[in-house]
């Protein structure tokens, strides 16, 4: 019954994550809504907002999801509650400019819907050490904790065409693959995390080099807020901190520059992107490693994910077995 589930929904997530954001495309030109792609020699200009057909998609595809099965409504209402409100915020960001120090304590907030789905569930088990039972202190300070990092940290590794929506495909897959072994919650979201696949491949098709849509800060908080709601919920804490190990060093690269950095590289005449200077991003990283067009620089840290995203599913399914 679980793959009946996985058809219907990935394909409506899919279907309308793929029309929605050809209409975001098309709105976001008429509207004069683009931003440069300084990746490029030419710098075009490229509609902004794409994000929004993530967003539609993924709702879809969780309504869906209950419309097979209202019973996961105790999971998915929260998950979509939670995630949408940072979507919100992302929103204002991309048309307010809003201060920095608002976007990353604003998360806590959108925190309360998954602390409270997750009353009764405190215990983490953690590699090596065994369960831990944190008490009242998960759902006031782990669980808001988590998810402000989770969609603040994810909005910072963006800047190149389809950065964010393949790291965000591979983190995915690793819950999917963990969850959809299980029952209950973790399936569930595990099920969740397949419908996020869908999206983020239906905008990936207008999102790959040579970008024809940016995700916008709406894409990508929501993004990281989803993944984060999706750890938390599915009992997948281990994986969750493991597979945002490479956003870690990349919040250590931006707190060099007090968070003024940026992932763009110098783009040369030869298709190539390079920087000078001390690394402010993990693109720059690897942009020093060779002479990468921006593709390759890409695919090397999709490569780097998915290499954390292994020992993600090794240490949540081996080490720790059950949550």
Known sequence: MKWLYVLVSDSVALFVAILSTMWVINASKAHGLTGKDINKVDKPDVPLLGGVGIVAGFVAGSFALLALNFSFSLIVEPILLTSLLVGFLGVLDDFLNIRQSV?????????????????????????????????????????????????????????????????????????AFIGLRQHGYPQVAGLLSTVLIACLVGFLVFNRYPAKVFPGNVGTYFIGALLGALGISGYMLTALAVLYVPYVLEFVLKARTKFRGISFGIPQPNGKLS???????????????????????VGVLWGIELIFALIAVYLQTTVIVIR
């Not at 569930?121 to 050490?129: L, Q, W």
């Not at 910072?156 to 591979?170: F, K, Q, T, Y």
């Not at 060779?290 to 620089?297: A, K």
């Open 275 to 297: 920087w000078t200077g001390k690394p402010q991003s993990l693109t720059h990283i690897v942009m020093k490693m060779g002479r990468f067009s921006e593709p390759q620089v």
């Open 103 to 175: 976007r990353a304590f604003t998360p806590l907030f959108a925190a309360v819907p998954i602390s409270l789905a997750s009353l009764g569930h405190s215990t983490i088990s953690i590699p090596f050490v065994g369960p831990v039972n944190f008490g009242l202190v998960y759902y006031v300070l782990v669980v808001p904790a988590a998810l402000t990092i989770t969609s603040n940290a994810f909005n910072m590794l963006e800047g190149l065409n389809g950065l964010s929506a393949g790291m965000g495909i591979v983190m995915a897959a690793a819950f």
